[in-house]
């Protein structure tokens, strides 16, 4: 008899495959920083995808120092501001929320998103926050950033979109410098990531809805013979008698997309503040003409156009050096078809 070999259908790495809680990604881990003090993320908007043409300087290449076609993702960047800084204490059971001081002044905008503090004395919290520190109690320091959608014409909105971002460094007190000097004020990714670097992208994926197994694992379709009743979409079994529940390794109907995903290690190849550059005529489908600085990232990315996308530097750097691209062209033609 011949052996039999058949891998299962479908990855279980992202089980249970249940939908985002929210439209906005988050980040449990960031990469290790030991200089000078400086915020570890930022946020953008997918435009949509065109192509430029770059010479290829990948080491041992085959086309190595050749013109090559390169498809690339842009996202859009208006700048963010930093609304508040927060301090993570950390114990056996993991970090926790501390305090946190807020800016002065807050966009109106912002109140929208949440509700904002009132009668706030940031005297008394700059105060909790340096006792704080010097007692050793502080572990980390995190931004409390937000968008600001509205200098945008692509995104339909204009209720910014709030998230924390990891302020790196080698001293915490310096951290706290530098955070505090943030507050209120507008930051661009030219303070998190420059041209030519690699960064991992988050987004939360396209929401296909409810759908069986057949789509959402790549299972089979049964036989004529075994299909009796149209239930050839059907899984054959849903496992045996013994353990006496269904287990969750078997393919079934349930959600599929709209969860959180990174890719890891795309390549910055272009960040502008002129965007009349890379708008084609007529605008990109589905999302129109941009306004606000974007940046080109090598490949495809997670998610739907007008989705937010975040940004930080790549985790899993490895041996990558970071080069300057040479970009001969970018493709300005009409997405229209």
């Known amino acids: 008899m011949p052996k039999i070999n058949r891998p299962r259908r479908g990855s279980l790495a992202f089980s249970p495959r249940k939908r985002a809680k929210s439209p906005i990604p988050k ?31 990948h080491k041992d290449s085959p086309t190595e120092g050749k013109e090559i076609m390169v498809p690339v993702t842009v996202i859009e960047i208006p700048s963010m501001k930093v609304a508040a800084i927060r301090a993570y204490s950390r114990d056996t059971y993991g970090k926790h929320a501390f305090t946190e001081i807020w800016a002065d002044q807050l966009d109106a905008v912002l109140g929208r998103r949440i509700t904002l503090p009132k ?35 692509g995104v339909p909105k204009k209720v910014p979109d709030l998230m924390e971002i990891k302020v790196g460094g080698a001293d915490i007190s310096k951290q706290y410098e ?10 661009s990714l030219n303070n998190v990531i420059q041209t030519g670097a690699y960064a991992d992208i988050t987004a939360i994926t396209t929401g296909k809805g409810t759908n069986g197994a057949v789509k959402r694992w790549g299972i089979a379709l ?13 899984i054959g079994t849903l496992g045996p008698w013994n353990p006496h529940h269904i287990r ?22 272009k960040v502008s503040e002129n965007a009349g550059e890379i708008t084609p005529a007529g605008g990109f489908l589905h999302y129109g003409v941009l306004k ?26 490895g041996e990558h050096v970071v080069r300057m691209p040479a970009i001969q062209f970018v493709s300005v033609q009409s997405k229209q078809g």
């Not at 980040?27 to 030991?34: D, G, T, V």
């Open 27 to 57: 980040y449990q881990s960031w990469p290790l920083y030991e200089g000078a003090p400086v915020l570890q993320g930022f946020a953008g908007y997918k435009v949509g995808m065109t192509h430029i043409i770059m010479v290829d300087d």
């Open 119 to 153: 009668d706030y004395a940031r005297a008394t919290a700059e105060k909790k926050f340096s006792d704080a520190l010097k007692a050793g109690l502080v572990a980390e320091i995190h931004a409390v950033t937000y968008t600001q959608p509205a200098a945008m014409s």
């Open 178 to 187: 530098f955070a505090l000097g943030l507050l209120g004020k507008e930051i």
């Open 222 to 234: 049964r036989k004529r013979k075994h299909s009796v009743g149209g239930k050839e979409r059907h």
């Open 248 to 269: 969750w390794q078997v393919p079934q109907i349930g959600q599929l997309g709209f969860q959180q995903r990174t890719e890891f290690n795309k390549r910055i190849l």
């Open 292 to 317: 606000s600085p974007y940046m080109l990232v090598k490949g495809s990315i997670p998610g739907p156009v007008k989705r937010l996308i975040r940004i930080r530097p790549a985790i899993r750097q």
